[in-house]
T-cell receptor, first 113, second 116 residues
Framework: AQKVTQAQTEISVVEKEDVTLDCVYETRDTTYYLFWYKQPPSGELVFLIRRNSFDEQNEISGRYSWNFQKSTSSFNFTITASQVVDSAVYFCALRSSNYQLIWGAGTKLIIKP | KAGVTQTPRYLIKTRGQQVTLSCSPISGHRSVSWYQQTPGQGLQFLFEYFSETQRNKGNFPGRFSGRQFSNSRSEMNVSTLELGDSALYLC???????????????FGAGSRLTVL
């Protein structure tokens, strides 16, 4: 069975704090893709990053960074120096052999000024 | 470049009615997929179309159907509406369907359906 778990339902931090969103996935496939999407209050999901199962290189993009570890089946997302505009629901998703996108439940991130 | 356009944005129906939602993908995108988002079940995959053919289908009853036209525009239909069908229906398009599943999806703003 394939599954994505985002254990953090809601996180609230003060602006400029760093925050990490956790994502744990389950799949028996050796080839798969992991994604992070952001859903602001407007409702439109916005793509943030994609990782394939063969690329464990972590990535930093501005204030965003991602930590992919196959050994722990985790694909965590960190925002450095958070800003109010980062407030949104963040979804982790898995796509593998059946090509269906399996979504985590989402983590609501609240950045307080 | 225009994004993914979904119409209508909001609609209210009563139980037993049917509804048709429309999705216009980004120009050049041939793959369209649909998702249902509810507070209880979260985001769930409905179906995916590529070149007018359904490539994949989620675990939803037969009341949920869809199609894709030659211009890549897609519609989904829900018949005999139930209260539990109230949800945000999201459409996404991608440039192509790849066997590796690496497609990056571009989403529309969704159609919010309320069933009374």
């Amino acid at each position: 069975a394939q599954k994505v778990t985002q254990a953090q339902t809601e996180i609230s931090v003060v602006e400029k704090e760093d925050v990490t969103l956790d994502c744990v996935y389950e799949t028996r496939d050796t080839t798969y893709y992991l994604f992070w999407y952001k859903q602001p209050p407007s409702g439109e999901l916005v793509f943030l990053i994609r990782r394939n199962s063969f690329d464990e290189q972590n990535e930093i993009s501005g204030r965003y960074s991602w930590n992919f570890q196959k050994s722990t089946s985790s694909f965590n997302f960190t925002i450095t120096a958070s800003q109010v505009v980062d407030s949104a629901v963040y979804f982790c998703a898995l796509r593998s052999s059946n090509y269906q996108l399996i979504w985590g439940a989402g983590t609501k991130l609240i950045i307080k000024p | 470049k225009a994004g993914v356009t979904q119409t209508p944005r909001y609609l209210i129906k009563t139980r037993g009615q049917q509804v048709t939602l429309s999705c216009s993908p980004i120009s050049g995108h041939r793959s369209v997929s649909w998702y249902q988002q509810t507070p209880g079940q979260g985001l769930q995959f409905l179906f995916e179309y590529f070149s007018e053919t359904q490539r994949n289908k989620g675990n939803f009853p037969g009341r949920f159907s869809g199609r894709q036209f030659s211009n890549s525009r897609s519609e989904m239909n829900v018949s005999t509406l139930e209260l539990g069908d109230s949800a945000l229906y999201l459409c996404a398009s991608s440039l192509q369907v790849t066997v590796s599943g690496a497609n990056v999806l571009t989403f529309g703003a969704g159609s919010r359906l309320t069933v009374l």
